[in-house]
Structures are given as C-alpha cells and as structure tokens.
C-alpha cells in the first residue's frame, strides 16, 4: 500500500517540480522510513547531488546531479530503497499562451 501512495506521490511531484531546464539529471531517492532521514541533504552533497527538496511525510527526497555515479553512491546507504533518474518518466508542463 505504500509503494502505491508513494508512486503516486512521486508523479504528482515530478509534474510540479521539475518545469525548469538543467543539464543535470534528476533523481527521486525513496528511503525505507516513512521520513526523509537527518543528515540526508549532507548524504546528497557529498554523492555528487545538489538537494532540490525532501517530502518527510512519504520519505521521499528530490536531487539533481550530472554525476553518472550519483546514484550508485546513494544506492550504497542503508536507509534508501531505492534510487531513480526522472529522466524517462517526468512531465515538462508549458506555460499557457498569453493571447
């Protein structure tokens, strides 16, 4: 049951948070707690990652990195479940026309 609220979730945050540009790719690292753990933004700096934002209430983290070892680097840390490029699956909204 969590997995689904998770996911979706997750969708709901990658449609929002990600309408801007970057040349690094975007991760959503989910953690086995339901919080996002003390230290983690630290963890994310020091994998190569920059902190976008942390859902504590799901345990669910937002990073961007443009390190192609970034994910391996989390994937190493006991507390996460699992860690995921956005690239495949995020939504790019566009801006209404102003006519």
């Not at 449609?15 to 970057?22: E, N, Y």
């Not at 391996?72 to 006519?99: Q, Y």
Request: glycine content about 12%.
């Amino acid at each position: 049951m969590r997995r689904g609220a998770v996911t979706a979730a997750a969708a709901v945050v990658l449609s929002l948070a990600f309408a801007s540009t970057a040349s690094a790719d975007r991760y959503i690292v989910l953690y086995k707690s339901q919080n996002v753990p003390t230290g983690a933004k630290a963890d994310v700096e020091k994998g190569g990652g920059t902190w976008i934002r942390g859902y504590d209430a799901i345990g669910v983290a937002i990073a961007r990195s443009s390190s192609s070892a970034f994910a391996g680097k989390l994937r190493n840390d006991s507390r996460i479940d699992g860690v995921s490029s956005t690239a495949g699956f995020a939504s790019r909204l566009r801006e209404p026309d102003s006519g």
